[in-house]
């Protein structure tokens, strides 16, 4: 099986996992990888019940005008997909969800700080959330950049949320993690927010996340 093959069939089975584990519902979301100097995305308004490895459209990454090849176009996303991976060459991946409690979270534009040590595995102290701009605009690229910055995950207001990573494996990962912060956070609120970790604790924890984790399947 090719390079493209591979990655065309991996995008569909992580967006059926998340369709199945209600990270998602419908045609919502989008789910990217990078293929050479391109980036493979999933297309608008395709259900992941019905995704066939064959319906992913292919972008030049280096391309304006939003050029692509498929049968069907592209995600409305499809800008950020292409803007995340051209500003982070350490990531190959991006999955974007409206999964219920992120969403919750996202508007209230509230960022989600270190109720849990699961949070190292996205790089800092807090699950940001980025300012809001409407959906496949330049605006919402910038928001995502700036409040991700080298980071793994964000909110996006009034929108939902999204994770990038090494490979879609791990990138798939994050985003069920984020959301099972996100769960337990919107049940904290009521208590008052719950304690949260220190700067040294989360630093502990990130040195041995530096072999932890799911390894890349895709």
Known sequence: MSEEAR????????CREMDARGLNRGAS???SARLGQGVLITPSAVAYSDLAPEMIAWMPLEAEDGAWEGPLKPSSEWRFHRDLLRARPDINAVVHTHAPFSTILAIA?????????????FGGMEIPCCDYA??????LSQAILSALGGMNGCLMANHGML???PDLTRAT??????????HQYVHLLPLGGGHLLSEAEIDRVAQGFSSYGVQAQD
């Open 7 to 14: 990655l065309r069939a991996a995008i569909v089975a992580r």
């Open 29 to 31: 979301g989008n789910v």
């Open 109 to 121: 534009r509230k960022p989600i700080p270190a109720i849990h040590y699961m949070i190292a595995a």
């Open 134 to 139: 409407c959906y496949g605009t330049a605006e």
């Open 163 to 165: 994770t990038v990573a």
């Open 173 to 182: 990962w994050l985003a069920f993690e984020l959301e099972a912060m996100a």
